[in-house]
C-alpha cells in the first residue's frame, strides 16, 4: 500500500525556515518522482517543486526559486523541502504525491498523495 506521510509544518515568522518531509513507504522511493504541492484557503493547488525519479532534475515554481530546496534521501525513503526565507504568501497546506514521469516537468502522474502539513508564515 503507497503511502505517503508529511511532517515539519508549522508557525514561522516571515524570514525563518522550515524544513518539511515526505515519508514515503509502500513502494520504491527512486521509482517515481516526487513533487510537493501547496494549497493556501480560497486558492487552487499550486506545484511547488518537482524531483525526478532517476537523475534528481529538479523544478521550482518560480515564487519560491533560490528559497526552497528539494531534496530526496532513497535509504530513509524521504523527500525534504527546505523552506528559507520564508513570506506570509508561503502560507498553505502543502501536500506532496508520487508519480511516474511522462514529460518532465510538465506531466507528471501524481496519482499518490499525503494529507498534508499546514505551514502559516505570520509575525
Known amino acids: 500500500q503507497v503511502q505517503l506521510v508529511e511532517s515539519g509544518g508549522g508557525l514561522v515568522q516571515p524570514g525563518g525556515s522550515l524544513r518539511l518531509s515526505c515519508a514515503a513507504s509502500?513502494?520504491?522511493?527512486?521509482?517515481?518522482?516526487i513533487g510537493w504541492f501547496r494549497q493556501a484557503p480560497g486558492k487552487e493547488r499550486e506545484g511547488v517543486s518537482f524531483?525526478?525519479?532517476?537523475?534528481?532534475?529538479?523544478y521550482y515554481t518560480h515564487s519560491v526559486k533560490g528559497r526552497f530546496t528539494i531534496s530526496r534521501d532513497n535509504a530513509k525513503s524521504t523527500v525534504y523541502l527546505q523552506m528559507n526565507s520564508l513570506k506570509p504568501e508561503d502560507t498553505a497546506l502543502y501536500y506532496c504525491?508520487?508519480?511516474?514521469?511522462?514529460?518532465?516537468?510538465?506531466?507528471?502522474?501524481?496519482?499518490?498523495w499525503g494529507q498534508g502539513t499546514q505551514v502559516t508564515v505570520s509575525s
Open positions: 504525491a508520487a508519480g511516474p514521469v511522462i514529460k518532465w516537468p510538465t506531466i507528471i502522474d501524481f496519482g499518490s
Open positions: 509502500g513502494f520504491t522511493l527512486d521509482d517515481y518522482a
Open positions: 524531483i525526478s525519479s532517476s537523475d534528481d532534475r529538479t
